[in-house]
């Protein structure tokens, strides 16, 4: 493999809505430069980066994947990204290890709401751009559509650089506007081959409208350009070529491309402009000036080879063996086999320039996120900034006395993916995880079997209940046992009254005369407390509550602790009943973002879940609708949200507080919890 330096480097991430063909065209872009010996296809599970087990049975891409092209004396490194939204982290990181993005879009569904979530994460990262409308040879493409479509709703900075010649089944050509010529495909093109041609007359009116909207764009970008062009001075190509990618570089521009991934047609094109067009990795500012700074985007574990490691190498050179140091850690790492990956396969390299993104297996104490960097000048770069995750579940093993590999696996698969996170909570009981949504989730249960053999499944969240009091009420609990030798003897009156929400418990001693000695009172204290813990009305803790020990006796010889506290138990129990105590419910705080015109359906769904809304706002594109919710109510929230919306809409909840369920709620709590008490007994 040869070493390229980093002005002989592109750093390019594929990023666009779900199944618009950006894995097939990362592919073709490999095959056709001859840097992969396969073409592969979606259809046959073979292409470059999607070649998990999971992503050949899906046929979507999960992972980010990585390739390379070499094209011009130049590798571009090559960046697959999902597109569906559960797996938006990846979105977010590989276009945090590029240096520019190439945003596809489908020639049938032109702008969707996959292309406008990346779009936002690209103007976040300033990223030059380009576009590439791909499947032009699927039935229904239009090209003129999806231009309108992004002019539209994407940005006004688009500017066509391609023609296509047919469309759909017809799609045969692409008119180039750089050279004037256009480009005929034959059916079984494999090498994305062309022959050049004139351009058909049919097409002569638009490729000259194109030219000019094209040259214009270019000229009004550079003052000294549009005099000249202003003046009708002809402009040399290599100074306008100059001139576009100052534009692009500067976000002013953004080209539209055309082609078919599948069928190579303009991967050519392709190839030469992301060389010619967008930035090389010497051209770009590192995060920070030091000697030597990688960043570690991307864990993998693969089978056979444990933890592969992705970074892309900001500042600095690398040679294969070399030692570097771990800041988070505090560890150095040697590099031995220094790699960069080709799909699944790692080739092996002598060196890294500054700017290339590279991999390594094995490494003991790296993780993702870590920075790489000399030992005497220690740098650690800031988190990628990932997504928050939306949805919740609880997960259960299928064959008990497997939860130990469950909670491994689950540590891994966090490892892999940051925007999957899983805590135990021994409050319910349940093993819960938080992620992006349900495809997500699916996704982390096949791994889970795949990679370390656990079987999981997904389970409802119980939901943190709590009781209280409402009225005050008081009795006696008197435990009292004889039994041949020495007794038992406990006796307190007990009186309860409700305290405010969160105010939590209190014990008031209130013995006088000495009725029950001073050393038995924390005993009653306990008791209360233990049974307080099972509550009265559906087994939850009852929580905001005074309890005050007013009277009682004791024995002299019978009495102890054990008795004291028994009576404190069987006081509450007496007690509580009588006290009005009813069910708490967790509140959330819900924070919705919606189209205006689906903002309807969304509150109306909001209240169908006894949501109380507290208002809306503009908020960018969306409007944003805040409510207060029961979380027993927001069971895949995330996946109605997604639906309601068309996947426009995103949500985010916090716990809000504690309230007073209504009696059904209570009711229907109260009996499942009788039933699992029989189940369980
Ligand atoms: N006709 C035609 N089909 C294509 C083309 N490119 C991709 N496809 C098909 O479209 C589907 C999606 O292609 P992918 O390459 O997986 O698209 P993607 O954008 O990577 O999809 P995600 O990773 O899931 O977002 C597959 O069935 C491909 O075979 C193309 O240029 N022409
Ligand atoms: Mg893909």
Known sequence: MRVYGSNAIRNVAFVGHGACGKTTLVDALAFVSGASRRHGSIKDGTTLTDYSPDEIERKHSISLGLGYAEWLDTKINLIDTPGYLDYFGEVVTGLHAADAAV?????????????????????????????????????????????????????????????????????????????????????????????????????????????????????????????????????PRAEFIAGVKKAILAGQIVPLFCGSGELTYGVRTLLKKTVELLPSAAEVKPPVEAHLVGRVFKTVSEPHVGDVTFFRLHTGELKNGDEVWNAEHEVAEKLNHLSIQQGKDRIEVERLSAGDIGSVAKLRNTHTGDTFCQRDHPVRLPPIPLPDSVATSAVLVKQRGEEDKLAAGLHKLHEEDPTFHFEYSSELGQTLIHGMGERHFDTILHRLERKFGVHAELIRPRVAYRETIKGKAEGQGKHKKQSGGRGQYGDCWVRLAPRARGAGYEFVDNIVGGVIPNKYIPAVDRGVQEAAERGVVAGYPLVDFQAECFDGSYHDVDSNEMSFKMAGILAFRNVAPKARPVLLEPLMEVEAWAPDDLLGDVMGDLSSRRGQILGTEVDGRLTKVRAIVPEAELYKYSTTLHSITHGRGTHRQKFHAYAEAPPEVAAKVAAENQREHAAAS
């Open 103 to 235: 945003v596809v879009l489908s020639g049938t569904g032109g702008v969707e709401v996959g292309t406008e979530k990346v779009w936002e994460v690209c103007d976040q990262l300033h990223l030059p751009r380009m576009l590439f409308v791909s499947l032009m040879d699927k039935e229904h493409a239009d090209f003129e559509r999806v231009f309108a479509d992004v002019k539209a709703h994407l940005t006004p900075k688009v500017v066509p650089v391609e023609i296509p010649i047919g469309e759909g089944h017809d799609f045969h050509g692409i008119i180039n506007l750089f050279s004037g010529h256009g480009h005929a495909y034959k059916r079984g093109t494999k090498n994305g081959e062309y022959d050049v041609v004139p351009i058909p007359d049919e097409y002569q009116a638009r490729f000259r409208e194109y030219s000019e909207h094209l040259t214009e764009a270019v000229a009004s970008t550079d003052d000294t350009l549009i005099e000249r062009y202003l003046a009708g001075e002809e402009i």
